[in-house]
Protein backbone atom coordinates (compact mmCIF):
# COMPACT_ATOMS: atom_id res chain seq x y z
CA UNK A 1 0.00 0.00 0.00
CA UNK A 2 1.23 3.46 -0.77
CA UNK A 3 0.94 6.35 1.09
CA UNK A 4 1.21 9.88 -1.07
CA UNK A 5 1.23 13.92 0.00
CA UNK A 6 -0.12 15.87 -3.31
CA UNK A 7 0.81 19.64 -2.97
CA UNK A 8 -2.34 21.62 -5.04
CA UNK A 9 -1.93 25.41 -4.86
CA UNK A 10 -4.93 26.07 -6.81
CA UNK A 11 -7.55 24.09 -4.76
CA UNK A 12 -8.13 20.55 -4.61
CA UNK A 13 -11.42 17.85 -4.63
CA UNK A 14 -11.70 14.35 -3.41
CA UNK A 15 -13.86 12.05 -3.75
CA UNK A 16 -14.97 9.44 -0.90
CA UNK A 17 -12.49 7.30 0.09
CA UNK A 18 -9.25 7.44 1.92
CA UNK A 19 -7.90 11.24 1.67
CA UNK A 20 -7.04 13.68 3.74
CA UNK A 21 -7.16 17.04 2.90
CA UNK A 22 -5.27 19.85 4.61
CA UNK A 23 -6.98 23.37 3.61
CA UNK A 24 -3.94 25.52 4.79
CA UNK A 25 -5.61 28.52 4.77
CA UNK A 26 -8.54 27.76 7.05
CA UNK A 27 -5.84 25.37 9.21
CA UNK A 28 -8.28 22.48 9.24
CA UNK A 29 -8.14 19.15 8.05
CA UNK A 30 -11.08 17.01 5.82
CA UNK A 31 -11.37 13.08 5.48
CA UNK A 32 -12.91 11.31 2.07
CA UNK A 33 -14.58 13.69 0.06
CA UNK A 34 -13.72 17.50 0.15
CA UNK A 35 -13.21 20.41 -1.49
CA UNK A 36 -11.14 23.36 -0.84
CA UNK A 37 -10.75 26.44 -3.21
CA UNK A 38 -7.63 27.53 -2.01
CA UNK A 39 -4.31 25.85 -1.62
CA UNK A 40 -4.42 22.20 -0.26
CA UNK A 41 -2.50 19.95 0.57
CA UNK A 42 -3.79 15.95 -0.19
CA UNK A 43 -2.95 12.85 0.97
CA UNK A 44 -3.86 9.03 0.04
CA UNK A 45 -3.54 5.79 1.04
CA UNK A 46 -3.53 3.69 -2.14
CA UNK A 47 -3.11 4.08 -5.52
CA UNK A 48 -2.48 7.15 -7.04
CA UNK A 49 -2.71 8.34 -10.49
CA UNK A 50 -1.16 12.11 -10.35
CA UNK A 51 2.62 12.40 -9.39
CA UNK A 52 2.97 13.33 -6.30
CA UNK A 53 5.09 15.33 -4.51
CA UNK A 54 6.26 12.49 -2.21
CA UNK A 55 4.65 8.65 -1.80
CA UNK A 56 6.15 5.84 0.08
CA UNK A 57 5.53 2.22 0.47
CA UNK A 58 4.03 1.35 4.10
CA UNK A 59 3.38 -2.20 5.09
CA UNK A 60 0.40 -2.17 6.67
CA UNK A 61 -0.91 -5.23 8.43
CA UNK A 62 -4.64 -6.33 7.67
CA UNK A 63 -5.66 -7.97 10.70
CA UNK A 64 -5.10 -4.98 13.02
CA UNK A 65 -7.79 -2.09 12.96
CA UNK A 66 -5.80 1.42 11.45
CA UNK A 67 -6.64 5.13 11.23
CA UNK A 68 -5.31 8.32 9.63
CA UNK A 69 -4.49 10.94 11.74
CA UNK A 70 -3.75 14.48 10.49
CA UNK A 71 -2.42 17.09 12.58
CA UNK A 72 -0.33 19.93 12.78
CA UNK A 73 3.51 20.68 15.09
CA UNK A 74 4.83 23.88 16.09
CA UNK A 75 8.32 24.54 16.80
CA UNK A 76 9.26 27.76 18.54
CA UNK A 77 12.65 29.11 16.39
CA UNK A 78 15.55 26.67 17.54
CA UNK A 79 12.76 23.79 18.98
CA UNK A 80 14.04 20.02 19.30
CA UNK A 81 11.97 17.09 19.31
CA UNK A 82 14.65 14.84 20.72
CA UNK A 83 15.23 11.21 19.16
CA UNK A 84 11.67 9.80 19.31
CA UNK A 85 9.72 7.05 17.09
CA UNK A 86 5.94 6.75 16.35
CA UNK A 87 3.67 3.74 15.92
CA UNK A 88 3.11 4.18 12.71
CA UNK A 89 4.50 5.57 9.24
CA UNK A 90 3.74 9.35 8.38
CA UNK A 91 4.57 11.39 5.91
CA UNK A 92 5.10 15.61 7.01
CA UNK A 93 5.04 18.78 4.97
CA UNK A 94 7.00 21.96 6.11
CA UNK A 95 4.48 24.70 6.14
CA UNK A 96 6.52 27.57 7.41
CA UNK A 97 10.03 27.79 8.82
CA UNK A 98 12.75 24.91 8.26
CA UNK A 99 13.53 21.97 10.20
CA UNK A 100 16.61 19.43 9.61
CA UNK A 101 16.13 15.61 10.40
CA UNK A 102 18.01 12.86 10.86
CA UNK A 103 17.23 9.40 10.86
CA UNK A 104 18.59 6.16 9.57
CA UNK A 105 22.16 8.00 9.64
CA UNK A 106 21.31 10.78 7.01
CA UNK A 107 20.73 14.58 7.84
CA UNK A 108 18.22 16.49 5.60
CA UNK A 109 16.66 19.89 5.74
CA UNK A 110 13.34 20.72 4.60
CA UNK A 111 11.72 24.24 3.89
CA UNK A 112 8.12 25.04 2.78
CA UNK A 113 6.54 22.88 1.22
CA UNK A 114 8.93 20.03 1.44
CA UNK A 115 8.12 16.57 2.42
CA UNK A 116 9.03 13.86 4.15
CA UNK A 117 8.08 10.61 4.89
CA UNK A 118 8.79 9.17 8.65
CA UNK A 119 8.10 5.38 9.06
CA UNK A 120 7.67 4.79 12.62
CA UNK A 121 9.62 2.53 14.31
CA UNK A 122 12.86 4.34 12.90
CA UNK A 123 14.20 6.73 15.17
CA UNK A 124 14.40 10.89 14.47
CA UNK A 125 15.67 13.71 15.90
CA UNK A 126 14.23 17.53 14.79
CA UNK A 127 15.70 20.48 14.89
CA UNK A 128 13.75 23.17 13.99
CA UNK A 129 14.95 26.59 12.61
CA UNK A 130 17.12 28.74 14.34
CA UNK A 131 16.01 31.95 12.77
CA UNK A 132 12.19 31.62 12.86
CA UNK A 133 9.43 29.42 13.87
CA UNK A 134 8.29 25.98 12.46
CA UNK A 135 5.62 24.33 11.74
CA UNK A 136 4.50 21.08 9.71
CA UNK A 137 1.45 18.94 8.99
CA UNK A 138 1.61 15.59 8.67
CA UNK A 139 -0.82 12.37 8.16
CA UNK A 140 0.23 9.15 10.37
CA UNK A 141 -1.48 5.78 9.75
CA UNK A 142 -1.78 4.33 13.33
CA UNK A 143 -2.92 1.54 15.03
CA UNK A 144 -6.56 2.26 16.28
CA UNK A 145 -5.44 1.43 19.76
CA UNK A 146 -3.46 5.15 19.54
CA UNK A 147 -6.43 7.05 19.35
CA UNK A 148 -6.43 9.75 20.82
CA UNK A 149 -2.71 9.34 22.20
CA UNK A 150 -0.01 11.17 21.95
CA UNK A 151 2.02 9.03 19.65
CA UNK A 152 6.02 10.29 20.12
CA UNK A 153 8.12 7.73 22.25
CA UNK A 154 11.16 8.70 23.18
CA UNK A 155 14.24 6.33 22.73
CA UNK A 156 16.41 7.93 26.21
CA UNK A 157 14.19 7.91 28.84
CA UNK A 158 15.56 10.88 30.01
CA UNK A 159 14.66 12.97 27.39
CA UNK A 160 10.71 12.35 28.10
CA UNK A 161 11.48 13.84 31.16
CA UNK A 162 13.10 17.15 29.28
CA UNK A 163 11.16 20.26 28.61
CA UNK A 164 8.91 20.22 25.40
CA UNK A 165 8.98 22.83 22.82
CA UNK A 166 7.08 21.17 20.26
CA UNK A 167 3.14 21.51 20.12
CA UNK A 168 0.94 19.68 18.24
CA UNK A 169 -3.03 20.37 17.39
CA UNK A 170 -4.65 17.23 15.87
CA UNK A 171 -7.57 17.44 13.28
CA UNK A 172 -8.67 14.79 13.02
CA UNK A 173 -8.80 10.74 13.56
CA UNK A 174 -10.65 8.98 10.95
CA UNK A 175 -10.94 5.01 11.24
CA UNK A 176 -9.97 3.05 7.62
CA UNK A 177 -10.32 -0.17 5.99
CA UNK A 178 -7.74 -1.79 3.97
Known sequence: MR????????????????????DIEANAAHFGAASVDGPALVW?????GDPAALSAEVDLDPSVEWLMRCDRVDFPTGGI??????PGPGIRVVL??????????????????????????????????????TAFVRVMVLPR??????????????????????TATVFGEWPITL
Open 3 to 22: LSVHHHPGGASTAAGRHVVY
Open 44 to 48: QLGPT
Open 81 to 86: AHRHIH
Open 96 to 133: QGGIRIESEGAVQHHGPFEPWFESGPEPVFAQASDREP
Open 145 to 166: EWEGRRTISYVDPADADKPKTQ
